[in-house]
């Protein structure tokens, strides 16, 4: 997205300002309010992205790696999505919201194509910055003077730098989760993968990223197995975490071991995050044991 967006003059008085803020106030109440709609959009456009990188898979690591049928499939993808999130129904454009047509657009890059159906019509826009981790929510009227003279070849104009300050925000500049695999040097992420099952691969992650919250959905992608869940847990000592416990390593969840992550200075993990810490000390091992898990823990040095 542009490094340099202008203030938005959509306020009172603005020819746009009542329409976009009802349908701006539809909208959060949708997701269940402000703090809600930040967080939910936000994982939302990360999936969407990362389902098409597919980096177990394909190898893939970044948005720029996607063919040119992914990347627009993306911005389909965001549509489907974004509806089912704000449960909205489909339109006549590509959805409806108080009686109004809508048009969902999104971008990866600086600016949004519009269509000539749009025109008129209020507009959705949807950014996510891969490179600064950040994405944005905006409401627009797709007015021709705030679009581009020039058009591509399917009759698409950009909304121009006038139009830009007709943009009523409702994210901008927002936090927006790294691609995972982004944040992983090339030769982790191959040792990662070297393991022939789920709980060896499972188990490489947590050795080599360690401190660091990680999603559920890039510990199912590692270890494509239905069952993941179950092998992530203490399993009659074949699970990950008993096989990293073995080597002094705990294996910790947001949801079942918050006051432990606490309790060793670890990041915060939401309630479908995992984290991973080399215990350091025999007062850590205690610790741990008090909450339950028992390390083989040895003094290293």
Not at 147 to 159: E, F, H, I, P, R
Not at 219 to 236: G, N, P
Not at 241 to 247: C, G, I, V
Not at 250 to 261: E, F, K, N, R, T
Request: some cysteine.
């Amino acid at each position: 997205m542009k490094r340099s967006i202008p203030d938005s003059i959509v306020i009172a008085g603005h020819a746009d300002h009542d329409l976009l803020s009802a349908l701006a106030r539809e909208i959060t109440q949708r997701a269940g309010g402000d703090a809600a709609l930040g967080a939910k959009f936000s994982a939302m456009l990360r999936q969407c992205v990362d389902d098409v990188i597919m980096t177990p898979k394909t190898g893939r690591r970044s948005y720029d790696e996607l063919e040119k049928t992914e990347k627009t499939y993306i911005g389909t993808r965001v549509e489907i999505e974004l509806r089912a999130m704000l449960n909205l129904p489909k339109g006549k454009l590509d959805t409806s919201i108080l009686g109004r047509d809508v048009d969902i657009k999104n971008t990866m890059g600086s600016n949004w194509m519009i269509p000539t159906e749009a025109i008129g019509h209020p507009c959705i826009l949807v950014a996510a910055d891969e490179v600064r981790a950040l994405c944005y929510l905006g409401l627009f009227i797709a007015r021709p003077a705030y679009l581009t003279q020039g058009q591509n070849k399917d009759a698409k104009k950009s909304v121009s730098a006038l139009g830009f300050a007709n943009i009523l925000w409702l994210l901008r500049d927002h936090p927006y989760p790294p691609n995972f695999w982004r944040t992983v040097p090339p030769d982790v992420v191959a040792r990662i993968f070297e393991g022939r099952t789920g709980n060896q691969r499972m188990a490489n992650l947590f050795r080599e990223v360690q401190r660091i919250p990680i999603t559920r959905d890039v510990v199912e992608a590692v270890a494509q197995q239905q069952d993941f869940m179950r092998r992530i847990r203490s399993d009659k000592g074949r699970g990950t975490r008993d096989h990293l416990a073995r080597e002094g390593i705990l294996l910790l969840s947001g949801h079942y071991d918050a006051p432990l992550i606490t309790g060793l200075g670890l990041p915060p993990c939401s309630g479908s995050e995992f984290v991973s810490y080399r215990a350091r000390s025999q007062a850590e091992a205690d610790l741990a044991a008090a909450h339950g898990i028992a390390l083989d823990w040895q003094p290293t040095g």
